[in-house]
């Protein structure tokens, strides 16, 4: 059984600060993570041995697209999955 996703965080994002024609006017850029001990979003810090994945959340009052940020142990490759 996979292990559940869990420590999840809110992320911040922004306007990316430089235009390309390879980068969508609408597409954000991740500044760092809510934390309550910070008042400026703080750098994200991956671990080695974790699985992440970002969560697409919508505020259910403003509707408002937030990121969330989870993570989970990860399962060590078994020889049969190598």
Excluded: C
Aim: negative net charge.
């Amino acid at each position: 059984m996979a292990r559940p996703y869990g420590d999840p965080v809110e992320i911040i994002t922004g306007p990316v600060p430089a235009q390309s024609p390879f980068i969508p006017t609408d597409a954000r850029i991740v500044v760092g993570v809510v934390a309550p001990a910070s008042p400026d979003p703080i750098p994200i810090v991956l671990l080695p041995g974790f699985e992440y994945r970002m969560v697409e959340w919508r505020h259910p009052e403003t509707h408002q697209i937030h990121w969330r940020l989870e993570r989970r142990k990860s399962t060590p490759l078994s020889a049969e999955d190598a």
